[in-house]
């Protein structure tokens, strides 16, 4: 199973940019996803997250102008960001907990994706 991040870039502030978080491999469902950012000279913060329950939870930073979602029919999850501000400046980093289904029984296993870098400049 592998998860790729795709999506980021250079966009001017205000603007906007939605990343993609797609598994592939052996994939029974997703059962959980985020997105965490890591901006220079700081530590790893959760931006977004879908929970096992169905319910998402966001960064103070990031509420009213992230949103996560999911396709469970491409096993892809998006986080859409608008009004982008320089502090969103970072490496965002996509992460799933995936049943991957060994015979017949749910096996739950975490995986990561590579980062990708959203710059927020004009």
């Known amino acids: 199973v592998q998860l790729q991040a795709s999506g980021g870039g250079l966009v001017q502030p205000g603007g906007s940019l939605r990343l993609s978080c797609a598994a592939s491999?052996?994939?029974?469902?997703?059962?959980?996803a985020g997105w965490y950012r890591q901006a220079p000279g700081k530590q790893r913060e959760l931006v977004a997250d879908?929970?096992?329950?169905?319910?998402?939870n966001y960064a103070d930073s990031v509420k009213g102008r992230f949103t996560i979602s999911r396709d469970n029919a491409k096993n892809t999850v998006y986080l859409q960001m608008n009004s982008l501000k320089a502090d969103d400046t970072a490496v965002y980093y996509c992460?799933?907990?995936?049943?991957?289904?060994?015979?017949?029984?749910?096996?739950?296993?975490?995986?990561w994706g590579q980062g990708t870098l959203v710059t927020v400049s004009s």
């Open positions: 491999g052996s994939i029974f469902g997703i059962i959980a």
């Open positions: 879908l929970t096992r329950g169905g319910g998402t």
């Open positions: 992460y799933a907990q995936i049943d991957v289904r060994v015979g017949g029984v749910a096996v739950l296993n975490d995986y």
